[in-house]
Structures are given as C-alpha cells and as structure tokens.
C-alpha cells in the first residue's frame, strides 16, 4: 500500500511552545491531505482538510489560527500547533488520498504513524 | 444520534475464534466502506475496503454490507494474537468526500 510519513512520532514541549509535524506521502502526489486528532478511547476527529497551493478547510471548532496547516508541495503538508497548551496533548495523525486514478473510487485513506504531542 | 456507531469493547476470543466486528450508522448515502486497524500508539491501516452492498474476501478476513439495514461487519477466521488491535470501521459518500470513523472496537486474541 502507499506510504505516508509522519515526523517526530513523538515529541514533548514545554506550554507556550509550538510545535511542527511534517506529514510526507512518498510514493504518490498528493493533492488533498488530512488532519485527524485522537483522544484516548474516542475515535479519530477530523481537524481539517490540507489542499496543495490553498488554504486548509477546518471543521468546526477548530482553531485555524492555533493549528496552522501548511500544504506546500504535493508531498508535503506541515501542522503547527501554536501556544501549546497542557490540552493540546494528543496523538495527532496525517493521512492523504492517492489521486484520481490512482486509488480506490471511494477514497481511501493512507495514514501517517501518528505524532504523540505532550504539553507540560 | 452519531453518524457511525461502534461498540468499543474491549473483546477478549482465543486464539483461532472467529471474530464478528460490527457498525451500523444512519446515513444512508454512505457507498463506501472500509475497516482499518490499528496497533497502539500507530496510525491506521487500510485492512478492507467495500462499494456499496455485499461480501468481499481477502484471506482470513471478510467485509460485508448491508445498506438496507445500515449494518456493516468485518469477519476474521482462525483469530491469532497478531491480530489484536482496535478494529476501526469507516465510510465516506465516494468520490473525495470526508471519511467518517467508528470509535473503534479493541479487540484482544488470546494465545
């Protein structure tokens, strides 16, 4: 299946902080990617949606001024989650959709390995 | 009422049980299907992916649809260890419309 890189798959910072994860697809170019956030025994939330060369589409109640999403070239989307505080403590994970053509109708997803941020 | 309902466990089988995984959800203009899993402190992987109503089969697992009753479940024969994980279930409109997830089913295999 494709691959999706996702770095660091964990990192702690201290509050004020912010914080950058790189989510990569290495083997197709990826015009759309998505963010996802996962608490502890709840299921994946989508933040928001990356297009390559525009602005980010966020769901509702999320910040957009807090997690900054940056989709510059077709394999690279960057999440950077400003002034972390203690709450922002989460697994966060990328995934990105092979383009048309090249991947199931449906759209199926391909996953990053996730990034464990811990705000002290 | 959630778009996706998952029971999310914990369930405990043995080793070579057959394991039934289920969701149901209330969109019913949902046409595509999928189930992933995924190990702890890892991102998900794609395990099944199904259009619209029926079976597929690939190896020890079996995805089934039933879009009249809103019911998908994933089978998995002779259960191993190895496939302790959480189960989760997904669906999405087709095309490059949102997926949306089930909470996911933690399932355990025990040796």
């Known amino acids: 299946g494709a691959v999706v890189s996702q770095h660091p798959s964990w990192v702690i910072c201290k509050s004020g902080t912010s914080v950058k994860i790189e989510c990569r697809s290495l083997d197709f170019q990826a015009t759309t990617m998505f963010w996802y956030r996962q608490f502890p025994k709840q299921s994946l939330m989508l933040m928001a949606t990356?297009?390559?060369?525009?602005?980010?589409?966020?769901e509702q109640g999320v910040e957009k001024d807090k997690f900054l999403i940056n989709h510059a070239s077709l394999t690279l989307s960057t999440l950077t989650v400003t002034s972390a505080h203690p709450e922002d403590s989460s697994f966060y994970i990328c995934?990105?959709?092979?383009?048309?053509?090249?991947?199931?109708?449906?759209?199926?997803?391909?996953f990053g390995e996730g990034s464990r941020l811990t705000v002290l | 009422q959630k778009e996706v309902e998952q029971d999310p466990g914990p369930l405990s089988v043995p080793e070579g049980a057959i394991v039934s995984l289920n969701c149901t959800y209330s969109n019913s203009a949902f046409q595509y299907f999928m189930w992933y899993r995924q190990y702890s402190r890892k991102g998900p992987e794609l395990l099944m992916y199904?259009?619209?109503?029926g079976n597929k089969e690939d190896g020890r697992f079996t995805a089934q649809v039933d879009k009249s009753s809103k019911y998908i479940s994933l089978f998995i024969r002779d259960s191993q260890p190895s496939d302790s994980a959480t189960y989760l279930c997904a669906m999405s409109l087709g095309g490059y419309q949102k997926v949306t997830f089930g909470i996911g089913t933690k399932l355990q295999v025990i040796p």
């Open positions: 990356s297009n390559e060369g525009s602005k980010a589409t966020y």
């Open positions: 199904t259009y619209s109503s």
């Open positions: 995934s990105a959709m092979p383009p048309p053509g090249q991947g199931a109708p449906g759209g199926e997803l391909f």
